[in-house]
């Protein structure tokens, strides 16, 4: 899939290249398993911020959501360092 969206000829990765790949790598597959109804119960997991979705981990509905929020800033706080005052800034809001 990643050579098919990025061009090993071209230098440059666009944004559109980028917005591509992960739309491929998020939604088409549990498409595919929809229209197959084959859904299992994962769950997309993101984070809604500044008017956009930042995606961050797939989980399952066995993992229970300590594990799945532990991991979550274990690992995602490294691309976004603000992710708990996000969070935090959501958890208020509701």
């Known amino acids: 899939?990643?050579?098919?969206?990025?061009?090993?000829?071209q230098p440059v990765i666009t944004k559109e290249m980028i917005e591509k790949l992960a739309y491929r790598i998020s939604h088409?597959?549990?498409?595919?398993?929809?229209e197959e109804k084959k859904?299992?119960?994962e769950w997309i997991i993101f984070a809604k911020h500044c008017s956009r979705n930042y995606y961050l981990c797939l989980g399952t509905h066995e993992s229970g959501d300590q594990y799945i929020f532990?991991?979550?800033?274990?690992?995602?706080?490294?691309c976004f360092p603000d992710l708990p005052a996000w969070i935090a800034a959501a958890s208020m809001k509701s």
């Open 28 to 34: 088409e597959p549990i498409q595919k398993r929809a």
């Open 1 to 9: 899939m990643v050579q098919e969206i990025f061009d090993p000829s």
């Open 39 to 41: 859904i299992t119960g």
């Open 70 to 78: 532990d991991r979550i800033m274990q690992y995602c706080t490294r």
